[in-house]
Nanobody, 124 residues
Framework: VQLVESGGDLVETGGPLTLSCTISGLISDDNAIGWFRQAPGEARAGISAISARDSSTYYGDDVKGRFTISRDKAKETVYLRMDNLKPEDTAIYYC??????????????????WGQGTQVTVSS
């Protein structure tokens, strides 16, 4: 499985931005597709995930209500719509494919195929 993120940009506080993750290769119903981010000096953290089986969605507390994950199966693309962006959202954003673990769907350890990342910078 190969993943390519796009859509990262410099945006103002409060602005919207949508990231795309194009996936090539087979995705099974046992997989999840996740979005992660890593700010300088911090560990990579999961922020959202979507189950390949039933498209159930999951969000971290710091993005819930502001970010929306969705999947277009025909285009094999997963999107992350980000609204009301804050300076603390500044990070490199990655998408990844891994095993769906319902108890902790955004745990980076479950993901084994990663994209190269796309930079999101939110100006204050």
């Amino acid at each position: 499985v190969q993943l390519v993120e796009s859509g990262g940009d410099l945006v103002e506080t409060g602005g919207p931005l949508t990231l795309s993750c194009t996936i090539s290769g087979l995705i099974s119903d046992d997989n999840a597709i996740g979005w992660f981010r890593q700010a300088p000096g911090e560990a990579r953290a999961g922020i959202s995930a979507i189950s390949a089986r039933d498209s159930s969605t999951y969000y971290g507390d710091d993005v819930k209500g502001r970010f929306t994950i969705s999947r277009d199966k025909a285009k094999e693309t997963v999107y992350l719509r980000m609204d009301n962006l804050k300076p603390e959202d500044t990070a490199i954003y990655y998408c990844a494919v891994g095993e769906f673990i319902k108890a902790s769907p955004m745990q980076p350890l479950w993901y084994d195929s990663w994209g190269q990342g796309t930079q999101v910078t939110v100006s204050s």
